[in-house]
């Protein structure tokens, strides 16, 4: 499959079928998708497959035990990593100064960038994945069932294996509110009308407004989804965590 | 052609022809790329195409006039945003509260998958694409050249155009170093070895060594290329403009 007719046609996954996912298969997926940029070549990241039944009980519950974590055969895991490179540097008579945030953010571009060609690459053979969005909520119970060692954070987890669902594809919005030409232009709010009223009125959202009670479709990510107050107490620990790990003083 | 030839064959590209790239075909890329998975399907993210050469020329410095940057005939810029998202819900009688890190982080997340998305696409559509990765490190001036307003966080700058140039495929570390089955496994000094030495006796290594004097590789990049005085000082720059933007306090 093309990379376009990939993007276009896929979905996120979140109910696998028992068919085995080889690690074959997860390696020369790996390898490819290694391929993408990485700042000045340095590879900053590390990826844990997991399979065991007893870790994959272990990581649950950091990911609140959501069913697209459960059900999956198989969770990859990746990470930012300086570990490794620091150890390459200090058996090389350099002495890395990778304890800062700057550090952390370019291995993470290279890392999230990583996930997204893997992800592209299981879709196109025929793998369904789910992004869960829990990781850096949940770094420090991650890194423990995991054994990530200082200097290594992880920030996505996709689940996956082959699908036993085939969902409707999600809405996205016009492309042209979110593509700027030359400078940013700001939103009227007729230009927020314009592009979101669309989202109230799908069918699926106006039963998720009902059955939650509220007014807006809106409403349902300040008020339930993603509240302050977990944002807060996940910043908290996030940070927490970057300092354990050696990024933050 | 197919994800996988997509990625084997990539090469970053920092030479640009004269042809031009339309908005077309940006915008049909940047569409397709918009499939990608993002949290709570948010879409947290803008993009900003830049080919004006008074702006192009603004932005310049903030990537060190590095030639991949002063050469391209445009500029993409993906930024993490709640400005589009916030207006959404108050116009919808919902309070955020996305005025936090980790907000921002799951913002990153979607925004850098999607460039990556946008990554393949241009390079299977014939273009050459290079990351700058200098957005983090200024992201001041590029908000300032790029009118972003609060609550909107410059992420990755992509440089494109038509290749002027066809450079060979860069070296890779063997899949297997930066894969873990199961858990991590922490690596020994022979590991290290196994991996990495190959890479100070790469003829274009040994060059650089040697013209920049020094013993080692790891020394290249600890002393002259990513030093810790610059990490620190771009890190400050960084939690600064967070403070700036709405997302620390």
């Known amino acids: 499959m093309s990379v376009q007719s990939t993007l276009d046609n896929r979905k996120t996954i979140r109910k696998f079928s028992d068919k085995v996912v080889s690690d074959e298969l997860l390696y020369s997926l790996l ?3 290694g391929r993408t940029s990485t700042c000045g ?4 990241y590390s990826v844990v497959i997991t399979r065991k039944p007893e870790i994959l009980k272990q990581l649950a519950p950091a990911h609140f035990s959501q069913p697209a974590c459960t059900n999956a055969p198989v969770l990859v895991t990746f990470c930012a990593d300086y570990n490794r490179f620091n150890k390459w540097c200090r058996l ?3 002495e890395p100064g990778y304890d800062n945030v700057e550090s952390l953010l370019s291995a993470a571009v290279d ?6 060609s893997f992800s592209l690459l ?3 053979n025929g793998l369904g994945i789910c992004y869960l ?3 850096t909520y949940n770094p420090r119970p991650i890194a423990d069932a995991l054994h990530l060692p200082s200097m290594v954070v992880p920030l996505v987890t996709l ?3 082959y699908p036993a669902e085939q969902p409707a594809l999600v809405d996205r919005l016009d492309v042209k509110s979110w593509v700027h030409s030359e400078t940013y232009s700001d939103y009227s709010d007729a230009d927020i009308h314009k592009y979101y009223d669309y989202k109230d009125q799908l069918p699926e959202n106006q039963e998720f407004i009902k059955i939650n009670k509220k007014q807006t479709l809106a409403q349902i990510f300040t008020d339930i989804r993603y509240t302050k107050k977990d944002g807060d107490f996940f910043s908290e620990a996030f940070v927490s965590f970057l300092r354990e790990q050696g990024f933050l003083h």
Chains 1, 2 share one sequence.
């Open 159 to 161: 689940s996956l294996g």
């Open 92 to 94: 090389n008579n350099a």
């Open 41 to 44: 070549n340095m590879q900053l």
């Open 111 to 116: 890392t999230v960038a990583l996930a997204q």
């Open 122 to 124: 299981a879709e196109e």
């Open 133 to 135: 969005g829990t990781t």
């Open 31 to 33: 390898e490819s998708a």
